[in-house]
């Protein structure tokens, strides 16, 4: 059951196309990540769903009713844009009750409310503070409890975490997926980061040149990408060719790799580095690659290693603890479930 | 009484070094710091400044309770109250003049207002072909002289009927503060960030309550500079005035000019340091309306 319906929605401005034809379904309650490089066409995307733009053909349609011809303050959908944008004549209290206040309620009432949704973004207390008091973090918690106080049908975030330090990052995160589970309202996020996008959304929707490339939960997206510039985006970094017969796939002279997917004729196979296995020794499995360490990287949490075999190089994310010697001769397994492959051309089998 | 903020003492060195004064020397945790030379001379141009601004109206005060002024006295043999009298209760008309004035020039400002907010957005705010033209074209007025135009104009004004008329002479007090004030506002627009305007929108508020409610909150430095533009060319506007008026429309500045041709040095003085009140009001109500923006850190904008 659709909540927010996106129908063959264009915009072009001037002689350029932001969105082509976009259609996309949203489920009540569903937290859908709108992903994609910059100038792929989501911000644009999203301006059109909160009225700030007019479409130039297509439809959106909320609960059941169109909104084409409905203005932004009449659409129910609540809008916070990337840096907070609160509003600096006001303190954070009138700030959150602006809503309310359009809404005709009265001000002992925009009050209380306002005190108890600021206590539910731990801010309790800072409802007499100006804006210009606040840090960036606290000012996009604000930002968050003016859009919820008026209960919107839908909340539209324009990259919520991107202006905000990598530490704070992690704790907004956290707060919104709080605020969605506490009061069940649908969500469309906004964002260029993948990573991102992975731990806030549900579903992700992936655009390039203002087109939906891929609409799939984000497992799929990571070990299913549609074609390579989608692989290329969601982090992926193994590509290599191979010739493939059934479930066989040659990758070259002498080696044979086994997969899940049947298909035929040239590919382009990928793997995600961190299901790569290293071995310092051969092991008896299939799928088992000699190759020589030629870079050995520590990132906190894992260990990036460039693995060279005969004709290609593969990259490994693995467990931090364990070390390598650069040269050191390893055997990587390629787990048959983790390859996935697209053809030469960029559209994949199904599988 | 509110708390005061707590400030540490790098912040208080950092705020005196912005006031223009530096380190003089340190033991421990025993700091002195003066006024820089730099500052010094600063502050002393600045007095410098304001004591010329001021010179010339330092006369008029003299000759306006002066009985009779001559060279070579240093200052005037007799003083009397009479102008300032003459002014008050008297028969040469100051108080109409000064009624007319400030009504036209209130209306004048006014009306520029309405015009130029909605033009001022659109010049600061959008894109469109022609922008840059129109931008020239706004400054004409500016740029010729009124006395080219002033033929052209009248003719018209006489065919329409308004010329010797209260709503002639408004009508061409706009041309002069209608550019000012479009392009004071422009300049604020262009400054303006969108988003408060979108969020406004996405909370509820329609176009109107988003522009009373958050819009010109946000824009009032860059209103109140360009009313202050607005009132005082109204307010000295003498030439367009008089052509127009045609002695019909009696304002300030004309009472001023047949003062002066009347050879009362005393009673023009005192006319002419009257008039300059509203002006001075108005400039100080401006400065203080200001200096309260800036406090809400809204001044980024002028």
Sequence with gaps: MEHLLLQNLTKRFQDVVAVQDLWLSVSAGEILALLGPSGCGKSTTLQLIAGMLRPDSGSIVLDGKTLNAVPPEKRDIALVLQRGVLFPHLTVGENVGFGLKMRGVNRVDRESKAKAILRQVQLEGFATRKPSELSGGQAQRVALARSLIIQPKLLLLDEPLSALDANLREEMQELILQLQADTGITMLVVTHDQSEAVVMAQRIALMFDGCLRQVAPSEKLYRQPVDERTARFMGGVNFFEAEAIGTCWQINHHQTLTSHQSTAGKVCVTIRPEQIQVFPEAIETVNCIQATVTANRFMGTQRRLTLTAQDFTLQAWTTPTQDWGIGQQVWAVLPPDALWCFSSAGTSFSG | ?302
């Design chain 2, 1 to 302: 009484m509110p708390k005061l903020p707590r400030i540490s003492t790098r912040e208080a060195i950092r705020a005196l070094e912005r006031l223009g004064f530096e380190q003089v020397r340190q033991t421990e945790s025993h700091m002195v710091m003066n006024l820089s030379k730099a500052s010094e001379m600063r502050n002393g141009l600045l007095v410098l400044i304001i004591v010329v601004l001021f010179l010339p109206f330092l006369p008029l005060l003299v000759w306006s309770f002066a009985q009779g002024w001559f060279f070579p006295q240093l200052l005037p043999a007799q003083w009397t109250l009479e102008h300032w009298t003459e002014v008050f209760f008297g028969t040469a008309r100051v108080a109409e003049g000064l009624l007319q004035s400030l009504t036209i020039a209130l209306i004048t400002t006014a009306l520029s207002l309405v015009v130029g907010l909605p033009a001022g957005r659109a010049l600061g705010m959008l894109e469109f072909p022609g922008k840059e033209v129109l931008k020239l074209f706004l400054l004409t007025p500016i740029i010729v002289s009124p006395l080219a135009t002033l033929m052209g104009i009248q003719f018209l004004l006489i065919r329409l009927g308004l010329s010797g008329t209260l709503a002639g002479v408004v009508l061409v007090h706009l041309m002069p503060t209608i550019p000012y004030m479009t392009l004071v506002l422009a300049s604020v627009f262009a400054n303006f960030e969108t988003g408060y305007e979108i969020q406004a929108r996405s909370l509820g508020a329609s176009s109107v309550q988003t522009f009373l409610q958050v819009t010109l909150p946000l824009i009032a430095p860059g209103v109140v500079v360009g009313a202050l533009f607005a009132f005082l060319i109204s307010w000295n506007e003498f030439l367009l005035t008089f052509i127009v008026g045609g002695g019909r429309v009696f304002t300030l500045p004309m009472v001023l000019f047949t003062l002066l041709q009347g050879g009362n040095n005393g009673l023009t003085a005192a006319v002419a340091i009257t008039s300059l009140v509203p002006g001075l009001v108005f400039l100080v109500l401006a400065g203080r309306s200001l200096q309260n923006e800036a406090a809400l850190g809204g001044l980024g904008n002028v």
